[in-house]
Nanobody, 121 residues
Framework: QVQLVESGGGLVQPGGSLTLSCAAS????????MNWYRQAPGKERELVAS????????MDADSVKGRFTISRDNAKNTVYLQMNSLKPEDTAVYYC??????????????WGQGTQVTVSS
């Protein structure tokens, strides 16, 4: 059974930093593209950052570019999201996601339970 367990969320002041972690188990972690999504109250879930299975390529949403960094450690089956210069609009539940595709078809798609990030003074 695949499990994704996020940690590291919490309350932080504007301008502060947090690092989210997502530990995976029950899957061949190094085969999966890993993503961080977030969902704010009343808004749709949005993709924040993505990293390829090898870690050789990353993508960041425009809203977090230059502030957030996604990384992974395949030896530890863990993906990270370093968040700097946090803004109140970054407040959301952050979800870890693992995807494995074959061509254009998503074969496996797993989600964590989410971790709350609140940016407020």
């Amino acid at each position: 059974q695949v499990q994704l367990v996020e940690s590291g969320g919490g309350l932080v002041q504007p301008g502060g930093s947090l690092t989210l972690s997502c530990a995976a188990s029950g899957c061949t972690f190094s085969s999966y593209v890993m993503n961080w999504y977030r969902q704010a109250p009343g808004k749709e879930r949005e993709l924040v950052a993505s990293i390829t299975s090898s870690g050789g390529s990353t993508m960041d949403a425009d809203s977090v570019k230059g502030r957030f960094t996604i990384s992974r450690d395949n030896a530890k089956n863990t993906v990270y999201l370093q968040m700097n210069s946090l803004k109140p609009e970054d407040t959301a539940v952050y979800y870890c996601n693992a995807k494995l595709s074959r061509g254009a078809t998503i074969r496996y798609d797993y989600w964590g339970q989410g971790t709350q990030v609140t940016v407020s003074s």
